[in-house]
């Protein structure tokens, strides 16, 4: 069966970084385009970033661009999100999804990962 698992999340000071790495199995990984999306408590999932099977389309939402770095490594089955300049509303559970389309939305995507918790402090 389809596996996403995410891993490098972790507690981290403003301004900061992190990698979060999302190493997938069970599907044809370089057909897939990869999005990553977060979940703060209280509010909904929300869209960060996707990268097409090809890595030629990229594409972030508006409060992550320039900050955040989407790429993947086809022969690795990995996904990528590079983020610098950590802020406090950055603090989520992040997830890795898998899905046909390049597009942001979260129901386009049927292969979920479990997520891993970003927690950054003031």
């Known amino acids: 069966q389809v596996q996403l698992v995410e891993s490098g999340g972790g507690l981290v000071q403003a301004g900061g970084s992190l990698r979060l790495s999302c190493a997938a199995s069970g599907l044809t990984f370089s057909s897939y385009t990869m999005g990553w999306f977060r979940q703060a408590p209280g509010k909904e999932r929300e869209f960060v970033a996707f990268i097409n099977w090809s890595g030629e389309i990229i594409y972030y939402s508006d409060s992550m661009k320039g900050r955040f770095t989407v790429s993947r490594d086809n022969a690795k089955n990995t996904v990528y999100l590079q983020m610098n300049s950590l802020k406090p509303e950055d603090t989520a559970v992040y997830y890795c999804?898998?899905?046909?389309?390049?597009?942001?939305?979260?129901?386009?995507?049927?292969?979920w990962g479990q997520g891993t918790q970003v927690t950054v402090s003031s």
């Open positions: 999804a898998a899905g046909v389309r390049p597009v942001v939305v979260r129901y386009e995507y049927p292969y």
